[in-house]
């Protein structure tokens, strides 16, 4: 009656070693988040159906993960809840059910899974992790220069080195509409031409700029200044514009307030786009050295949390792509768990759970063999197929004389030791091991 | 437009608060698993509804939150795929899926949410957390009396000092039937009538044993003998037949391989009844002082895992029930997080950012004021809104003479440093503090 069914398409098992991996980046992040005074929020994993309703495109729509009406209700084949889509429709959501009674401005990071009902394909997943944070009701350059000191520090937690904030304003790009003379029914589709410029070439971005209906030489200007390496005669041009003027100031006021972090790591992107119809000020996204793509990305969006049923407050954000990041990251040695102490059994049980529970209460991570073998050499193989660090025998002849043989599994050095000490040499063996093995971080 | 919703009925919000809280519960007991070797596992959200098939009775069935079919199979009504009831069913599901790959006895536990469509109501949630840890593939008695310790550790970590292991064995159970002479028909009904001991008189439920057909002699012999201060009787009628031999057998076993644990936690309890077609061997429950009911249980149950589509192995486990531990248990002031330090913003903002940054490299909590206002008065409100402990001014004053003002927002103190030793100060005024207020652990 078997069945050795995978888990559904597109969703993971975690076993031990992903568990633990996982579990420590996230709390990597959050200590980080902490730091910078931003409160944890878990929201459940389904919303009313109607809190979604009109609130995310038609393409996210049709990603949503819809669940049937219960009871007598369910033969109608309809829907009442949804999985959470992202975590920004129930932060807007939260703003809204608690207002007044959350801190002013609301400084929160999640970091838990979303549920989207994409085509799994290799990389892409129906349930992935996503990390979050927002300052929702701040206008304040500081909010935005925050978040980015905040997803920096996040990110070098994670052992990451060469990386940059990109940065941008959408201001910025408006007033470069402007400074260029393009017409504004073309905006949207220069913007996203320019886009391409982190993956394709300049002629081919020039070329596609054209064809949208651009002359040439206000493609060729526009496309050379943008990806000039300084942005000197860029800055002359958005000058000219009110938005331009505007959207330099933003960038500058943000260089201004990151001056603190290592030079170089916030850069003025003039080429880089991001969601049109989502963010309204800055604009910023992580590139890092070995990580295809952006790592990390966010920006201010003042009217969102009223677009998504919120009130209308200022809130700018962040999000680490630790999905990504964990996917290129290999893992670590210190993600795979032994045991610090393994413990054989060949008779005298109580006794032995009784050490077992002595040797616990050092902090040490303990097994007892609870197979059928009452042979040694398999109780042995057993202990090498968990990590054993040490393996404790007490055996008949141990038993005896009431002492223990304490196996050292690295270099196969056996100690007689009296039964009640075993339990403090372990812990001074396993030390003293630790300490040679691993320097400390 | 704002809209002021609650979350779906049956479910939380878990703000700032709760979420450390429950995370602090939630590490604590998983630190305790880990001590025993058990290792962590995480399944999806939702699981292919053909794996719940036939595995749950109807009453459970009912309560499956049911995914509908996505794209162009919305419009049928259907479902496929199911939000997770428990971590048991994933866990026979992970058991087939991964056999051999698993370490043998695959021991695990799992942390984390179910769904259950269950009517809402007061301390009845609909997403809740489970707290589960199996071993999978050992009929040894040390895997149960493991189980047993693993509880009691987690159960002692939350702090929890009075409790008590009810302990039985469905053996002893099914002796007990047949020592009493009861007819088969009617044994899980008067074992239905004994588990109501714990909430109500003698006297009533040999009245409902009499109801349901047996003679009051016998009705009266079993209830005397089942809730006498000593086991002697009991034990010799047990000793009559072959199953209560073997379950006694059972029991006894525990108690020995438990006998390290404090004097009287784990208590023989011959009318302790539970899930009748889950358990097939040891049974038991945890009381405490001050919680009603149970607040942990678990036991031997060596056909589920094949009956719930895994492979036919023995088995036995606990739980630990936590959302009612923490339903109970007032929140710690530990759990409220305010800052350590609040910088006020009065000019020189990219020099307070970058003192920001170094005092956050310190690993303290620190926030910047983000709001609107000039005035330092409401600079403080808002720090003292923040449970901040220590304030730092950098006004014009402090930036003529190149020294920050450190407020003590308990003492009102206020101290002049120069910039550069700001950081250092406030580590030291916060641990010094935090030293005093309270003892370490």
Same mark, same amino acid.
């Given at each position: 009656?078997?069945?050795?069914?995978?888990?559904?398409?597109?969703?993971?098992?975690?076993?031990?070693?992903?568990?633990?991996?996982?579990?420590?980046?996230?709390?990597?992040?959050?200590?980080?988040?902490?730091?910078?005074?931003?409160?944890?929020?878990?929201?459940?994993?389904?919303?009313?159906?109607?809190?979604?309703?009109?609130?995310?495109?038609?393409?996210?729509?049709?990603?949503?993960?819809?669940?049937?009406?219960?009871?007598?209700?369910?033969?109608?084949?309809?829907?009442?809840?949804?999985?959470?889509?992202?975590?920004?429709?129930?932060?807007?959501?939260?703003?809204?059910?608690?207002?007044?009674?959350?801190?002013?401005?609301?400084?929160?990071?999640?970091?838990?899974?979303?549920?989207?009902?994409?085509?799994?394909?290799?990389?892409?997943?129906?349930?992935?992790?996503?990390?979050?944070?927002?300052?929702?009701?701040?206008?304040?350059?500081?909010?935005?220069?925050?978040?980015?000191?905040?997803?920096?520090?996040?990110?070098?937690?994670?052992?990451?080195?060469?990386?940059?904030?990109?940065?941008?304003?959408?201001?910025?790009?408006?007033?470069?509409?402007?400074?260029?003379?393009?017409?504004?029914?073309?905006?949207?589709?220069?913007?996203?031409?320019?886009?391409?410029?982190?993956?394709?070439?300049?002629?081919?971005?020039?070329?596609?700029?054209?064809?949208?209906?651009?002359?040439?030489?206000?493609?060729? +200007? =526009?496309? !050379?200044? %943008?990806?000039?390496?300084?942005?000197?005669? #860029?800055? /002359? &041009? *958005?000058?000219?514009?009110?938005?331009?003027?505007?959207?330099?100031?933003?960038?500058?006021?943000?260089?201004?307030?990151?001056?603190?972090?290592?030079?170089?790591?916030?850069?003025?992107?003039?080429?880089?786009?991001?969601?049109?119809?989502?963010?309204?000020?800055?604009?910023?996204?992580?590139?890092?050295?070995?990580?295809?793509?952006?790592?990390?990305?966010?920006?201010?969006?003042?009217?969102?949390?009223?677009?998504?049923?919120?009130?209308?407050?200022?809130?700018?954000?962040?999000?680490?792509?630790?999905?990504?990041?964990?996917?290129?990251?290999?893992?670590?040695?210190?993600?795979?768990?032994?045991?610090?102490?393994?413990?054989?059994?060949?008779?005298?049980?109580?006794?032995?759970?009784?050490?077992?529970?002595?040797?616990?209460?050092? +902090? =040490?991570? !303990?097994? %007892?063999?609870?197979?059928?073998?009452?042979? #040694?050499? /398999? &109780? *042995?193989?057993?202990?090498?197929?968990?990590?054993?660090?040490?393996?404790?025998?007490?055996?008949?002849?141990?038993?005896?004389?009431?002492?223990?043989?304490?196996?050292?599994?690295?270099?196969?050095?056996?100690?007689?030791?009296?039964?009640?000490?075993?339990?403090?040499?372990?812990?001074?063996?396993?030390?003293?091991?630790?300490?040679?093995?691993?320097?400390?971080?």
């Amino acid at each position: 009656m078997a069945q050795a069914a995978e888990p559904p398409s597109g969703t993971r098992d975690f076993l031990a070693d992903d568990v633990r991996r996982r579990k420590a980046v996230f709390d990597t992040i959050g200590a980080v988040f902490e730091r910078y005074g931003f409160d944890p929020l878990e929201t459940p994993a389904f919303e009313r159906l109607d809190v979604f309703a009109g609130k995310l495109g038609e393409e996210a729509s049709a990603l949503i993960f819809k669940i049937l009406k219960r009871g007598i209700h369910e033969a109608t084949g309809e829907a009442d809840l949804a999985l959470r889509y992202d975590h920004t429709v129930p932060l807007a959501r939260v703003v809204g059910t608690y207002g007044s009674k959350l801190p002013s401005p609301y400084k929160r990071y999640t970091i838990g899974p979303v549920w989207r009902a994409d085509r799994a394909a290799k990389g892409r997943f129906r349930e992935f992790a996503q990390c979050d944070l927002d300052t929702v009701g701040s206008a304040s350059p500081l909010a935005d220069a925050e978040i980015v000191w905040a997803v920096h520090d996040g990110v070098a937690a994670l052992g990451i080195e060469e990386f940059q904030f990109l940065v941008n304003s959408r201001q910025a790009l408006h007033g470069l509409l402007e400074a260029y003379g393009i017409a504004a029914k073309l905006g949207d589709k220069v913007l996203g031409s320019l886009d391409k410029l982190d993956k394709t070439t300049p002629e081919a971005v020039v070329a596609e700029l054209v064809n949208r209906g651009l002359p040439s030489t206000t493609a060729e +200007g =526009l496309v !050379t200044d %943008v990806t000039a390496p300084d942005t000197d005669r #860029l800055r /002359k &041009q *958005l000058d000219t514009t009110e938005h331009g003027r505007r959207g330099l100031a933003d960038v500058d006021r943000l260089l201004e307030l990151t001056a603190g972090l290592p030079v170089g790591r916030v850069v003025f992107t003039p080429r880089m786009v991001r969601g049109l119809d989502y963010y309204t000020g800055l604009i910023f996204e992580v590139a890092a050295t070995g990580y295809p793509g952006s790592i990390a990305s966010g920006g201010r969006y003042d009217s969102l949390v009223a677009k998504l049923g919120g009130p209308d407050v200022p809130a700018c954000g962040g999000s680490i792509g630790i999905e990504r990041i964990l996917a290129i990251q290999t893992p670590h040695a210190a993600d795979q768990r032994g045991l610090d102490v393994a413990l054989t059994v060949l008779g005298a049980e109580a006794d032995i759970m009784r050490l077992a529970g002595e040797i616990r209460t050092l +902090g =040490l991570r !303990t097994g %007892v063999y609870l197979g059928s073998s009452g042979k #040694l050499a /398999k &109780q *042995l193989q057993w202990a090498n197929d968990q990590h054993a660090r040490s393996v404790l025998i007490y055996g008949p002849e141990e038993q005896k004389t009431g002492e223990v043989t304490v196996r050292d599994m690295e270099s196969g050095e056996q100690t007689r030791v009296p039964l009640p000490e075993a339990a403090t040499h372990l812990r001074s063996a396993v030390r003293s091991r630790t300490n040679r093995m691993s320097p400390p971080v």
